[in-house]
């Protein structure tokens, strides 16, 4: 049964897919360097530049009269940047991953053997790499509310308290769920693909 | 599984060679092969009919059950 429509779009997605995959290795390559010199300038370079603070929409540049505890500042670009790069790793994989999944459906044929197993090789990604970001925002956050004494900056005549409001999205888990589930189906459509093949 | 395929003894009956078989039915001798050695898991009416018309048998003379 030929599918055109099907093949020329995962053809199509199997290349950008491979360009979004480069392009995320090299970001995490980037992102290495710039955590590891910040690890070794940071402390100077937070010290005698300029330092902002991004409320929302709201960005505050700070005097220098303004006290910066510069090791967890430090602490927080350093955990950013070995997040984004733990994270563009991991869409480096999930993109061999879902070429390997488009390339049996490029042929026209995606009840292969491959195709479930590395959805769900894909799914554990997902969910790993929700759960990544979601602890790394925490922990950012933390680290800069330790870098920046904020009721310092904030007008005691008008603000009475400061509070932080970790919040954490759980939407990963229903995209890891989705694709579990898609990987069933693939697996089912698998099992049905062999005995159609065996029927002569 | 207990349902085994009896072509090859059919075939032999019928003095009939696989290419000679695989021609007169419309499939693939490669094909015809997994039928005689029982590499497949089912086989389409359609195929069976055209079986027995080309060596002149009934499907039980193919087809038998063994526990």
């Known amino acids: ?200 | 599984m207990p349902i085994i395929l009896r072509l090859d003894r059919v075939m032999a009956d019928r003095k009939m060679s696989l290419n000679e078989l695989a021609e007169k039915v419309g499939v693939a001798n490669v094909n015809l092969s997994k039928i005689k050695n029982g590499h497949i898991s089912a086989i389409r009416f359609s195929t069976l009919e055209a079986i027995c018309k080309a060596l002149g048998c009934q499907p039980g003379d193919i087809l038998e059950y063994k526990e």
């Open chain 1, 1 to 200: 049964m030929e599918n055109n429509k099907m093949k020329n779009l995962a053809s199509t997605l199997e290349t950008i897919v491979k360009v979004v995959g480069s392009i995320f290795f090299a970001v995490s390559i980037v992102c290495g360097v710039m955590a590891v010199l910040v690890a070794i300038f940071g402390e100077k370079m937070f010290a005698e530049g300029e330092l902002s603070l991004s409320l929302g929409f709201v960005k505050l540049y700070a005097t220098d009269a303004l006290e910066v505890k510069t090791g967890f500042m430090n602490a927080y670009v350093i955990v950013g940047l070995v997040t984004v790069m733990i994270i563009c790793v991991a869409v480096y994989l999930a993109s061999k991953l879902t070429r390997s999944v488009l390339e049996p459906i490029k042929d026209g044929r995606p009840f292969e053997a491959q195709v479930p197993k590395k959805l769900k090789k894909l799914a554990w990604v997902v969910l790993g790499c929700g759960a990544l970001i979601q602890v790394a925002g925490i922990v950012e956050s933390v680290l800069l509310s330790y870098a920046y004494s904020l009721k310092e900056i904030v007008n005691p005549l008008y603000i009475s308290k400061v509070e932080f409001d970790y919040s954490v999205d759980f939407s990963f888990v229903l995209v890891f769920a989705i694709i579990m589930f898609l990987s069933y189906i693939f697996s089912y459509g698998q099992k049905l693909q062999q005995e159609s093949d065996e029927t002569l």
